[in-house]
Each structure stands twice: as structure tokens, then as C-alpha cells.
């Protein structure tokens, strides 16, 4: 708690806090707005196809605009984006303007969503490095993480218990949360970042991609999370499972959504007390089987509680996963290289929940919601085992570091 001892980093982790949880509220209340006029999981994968659409052009230059410019000004803009962006869902719910046949303006507003979220996140994540001491850092990251996931837990559950004061009622709180945010960006002073003639070429692009060719225990690690996120994700057909198969209102959608991060939060903790020592390769491959499985048993699952108890497994899965594939590219790059080939993984994994919420939609519209995410786990755990045959130094890596 000595981190919050430091006015600017009070004001960060507030704004941060408050755009993640207007986000999330917003997030469950288009995508239960969305499927209750349409009654098409196809128009629910277009959700994550919007959000995904401005992220791979945007990324060639929202990381070096951040290190060029004022990150506090962006991230006040990009918050005021999201707030003006929520006025408008709210607008267009209070006065009708959504319709069945009508879905163009939330699309399109989503599109611009992403595009400020684009901006938002890595110059928040930069800026932070200009608040605090660098002795106090790694306190300062653990909490800005638990905080986020705060955030994903209660907002998905907020957004489903606002409904039922009225359908606009989620966007007009989303609103709320991001003027808050921008408030408190505004009242952060902190002394300006160092300016850099940074600039993101096709060729840094390349060489990045070149690296994690050479490096088979970084492209097996990469690759895998793209696969098994593409084609194992199920959030996009949550308000279908909600609404038509476990008959609940918007807050059973809720509680579907944040137990996937109560499950994370849980699993996160355990390994910050209890660090993994040896069978990371293994572990990782293990848990993202684990995951393909829970993916099945929550499609099979005929009740909410069954459900739930399934994404809260998969949560914690994915979460141990995460940290062992992040933690091994982090370690397997040299410090020259590290820029770029994170630049890769963000653009190759980071918008991989976009896609997988497509590809999840449109085959549940032809094939249905229950076939898709059985197809989706089942391929989560054939890749886990294809990848374990075709990366043996990744399957047989006993520790993170060399």
C-alpha cells in the first residue's frame, strides 16, 4: 500500500480502474442489446470484428506516438473518446435509434471504441513509468493488475444487475466512468516523458517477425495462444447461453462474464505465493488442455451453476498459461529485441479475442451456439497436443529462465 503514498499514481490507478470497468459495462450491455434485437450470434461475432478492425494499423504507430508525446494528453483524449463514444450508445438507446435491422451505429461507434482504447492502453501503461520511483515499480505493477482485474470481474456483473433499470441505464454509468477517468487524468502532474525519435517501420515489423521464426520455444509459444484463443473462445456466445439456453436475464450474462476473471484473479494469486520451479513446459501445454476441456464442459453444461463453475476452471487455466508463455518470450528475447517482438506477440495474440469472438459467432450461426463452442474446445486441446509433437524444446522446458 506504500505506492499509494504517490498522488499521481492515486489519480492513474483511479482513471485506469474506472475506463476498464466502463468498458467492461459497456462491453456486456452492447453485447446483450445486440443479441436481443437480433437473436443472431453472427451479429454478436461482428461485435469483436469491430473492436478488432482499427488494432492491426493502429498499432504501427500508438506505440510511437506514446513515446513521442504527452502519454497524460493521450490518455485524457483517448478516455474522452470512449466517454463521447458511450454518449453516443446512450443517445442512440434512449431515442430508438437501434433496431434490428439497424445495427450500423453500434457498430461503427465500437469501431471508434477500439480505436481510443488503441491509443489508451500503451500510453497508460507507459506513463505510469513517470509517477513513481523506480524502487517502487513492481508494487506499483501489482497493483495496477489487481486493480484492472477488479475492474473485469465487477463490471461484467454491474452492467447485467443495471439493466433492468432500463436498457440505456449501463450506458449512461459507462459514461459516467469515463468522464470520471479523464478527470482524474487531468489531475495528474507529472514531469514530461522524454521525447524519442521512435518510429515503427515495415522493416522493424519484419525483423521481429524473422526473430521469433529463428526462436522455436518463442514461435511455439506465440502461435499456440493465437490458435487455441482463436478457435477455443466462447465469450461472444455468452448472451446466447445465457438468454436461450439457461433462460436467465442480463444477470446471468454478468456472472458468466467475470467468472473467467475470478477464476484468473484466483490463479494469479497462487502463483505470485508459490512460483513455478520446474515443468513449465509441460504445465502450460497441460493447462491450455485444461482449458480446451472446460471450453466443452461449459457447451454440455445444461445449468448456470455447472457453467459457471466451468469458466471459473477455464479462467484459472488460461491465467497460469498466460504467465508461462508471456514470461518465456520476455526471457527468451534479448533486451535489443524485446520492442520488437513484443510489438509482434501484441499484434499477432492481442487481438486474437476480437477474431475468436468472430469466428465463434459465425460458425454459431450456421452451425449453432452449442456445436460451436464444443468445435472450438476440441480444437484447443488438438492443437495443445499437435504443438507438444511439433515444439519438443517447449514441451520439455523445465524452468522460465535458463
Not at 501489482?142 to 450506458?171: C, D, E, K
Not at 518463442?218 to 439457461?246: C, E
Not at 468445435?375 to 519438443?392: C, E, K, L
Amino acid at each position: 500500500m506504500a505506492v499509494f503514498r504517490f498522488r499521481d499514481y492515486r489519480n492513474y490507478v483511479g482513471a485506469r480502474f474506472l475506463w476498464t470497468l466502463g468498458l467492461q459495462v459497456q462491453n456486456i450491455a452492447v453485447a446483450w442489446l445486440v443479441y436481443a434485437l437480433t437473436h443472431d450470434p453472427f451479429a454478436l461475432g461482428l461485435i469483436g470484428l469491430c473492436a478488432f478492425i482499427p488494432s492491426v494499423p493502429l498499432s504501427l504507430i500508438t506505440g510511437p506516438t506514446a513515446d513521442r508525446y504527452d502519454r497524460r494528453l493521450i490518455v485524457i483524449l483517448g478516455c474522452a473518446a470512449m466517454a463521447l463514444c458511450a454518449g453516443v450508445l446512450f443517445l442512440l438507446v434512449l431515442n430508438g435509434g437501434v433496431e434490428a435491422g439497424r445495427m450500423y451505429p453500434i457498430y461503427a461507434t465500437i469501431v471508434f471504441v477500439g480505436a481510443a482504447r488503441a491509443f489508451a492502453n500503451p500510453a497508460g501503461q507507459a506513463l505510469m513509468t513517470n509517477l513513481i520511483p523506480d524502487e517502487e515499480f513492481p508494487s506499483a505493477v501489482a497493483w495496477n493488475n489487481s486493480t484492472n482485474q477488479m475492474a473485469n470481474v465487477g463490471g461484467p456483473a454491474l452492467g447485467g444487475l443495471l439493466f433492468p433499470f432500463g436498457t440505456m441505464v449501463p450506458f449512461a454509468f459507462a459514461t459516467f466512468c469515463f468522464v470520471l477517468a479523464v478527470i482524474l487524468a487531468i489531475a495528474i502532474r507529472t514531469r514530461p516523458p522524454r521525447a524519442e525519435n521512435v518510429r515503427a517501420t515495415w522493416s522493424v515489423i519484419v525483423a521481429g517477425y524473422r526473430f521469433i521464426w529463428s526462436r522455436p520455444v518463442i514461435l511455439g509459444a506465440i502461435t499456440l495462444d493465437l490458435v487455441a484463443v482463436l478457435l477455443g473462445g466462447a465469450t461472444a456466445l455468452l448472451p446466447v447461453f445465457a438468454k436461450d439456453i439457461f433462460e436467465t436475464g442480463p444477470w446471468g450474462l454478468g456472472v458468466l462474464r467475470a467468472m473467467t476473471s475470478i477464476g484468473s484473479i484466483g490463479a494469479a494469486l497462487v502463483l505470485a505465493n508459490y512460483p513455478l520451479r520446474a515443468h513449465v513446459g509441460r504445465t502450460m501445454f497441460i493447462c491450455v488442455i485444461i482449458y480446451g476441456c472446460c471450453t466443452i464442459g461449459f457447451g454440455l453444461s445444461t445449468s448456470i451453476i455447472s457453467a459457471a463453475c466451468f469458466l471459473l476452471v477455464l479462467g484459472a487455466a488460461d491465467m497460469v498459461s498466460v504467465v508461462i508463455r508471456q514470461s518465456l518470450i520476455q526471457i527468451e528475447t534479448p533486451n535489443e529485441m524485446r520492442g520488437r517482438v513484443m510489438a509482434v506477440h501484441t499484434i499477432l495474440t492481442g487481438t486474437s479475442n476480437q477474431l475468436g469472438e468472430f469466428e465463434s459467432g459465425t460458425l454459431a450461426h450456421f452451425i449453432g451456439a452449442v456445436p460451436a463452442v464444443l468445435f472450438g474446445g476440441a480444437s484447443a486441446v488438438i492443437a495443445a497436443v499437435a504443438w507438444m509433437r511439433m515444439f519438443p524444446g517447449l514441451r520439455d522446458r523445465q524452468k522460465i529462465g535458463v
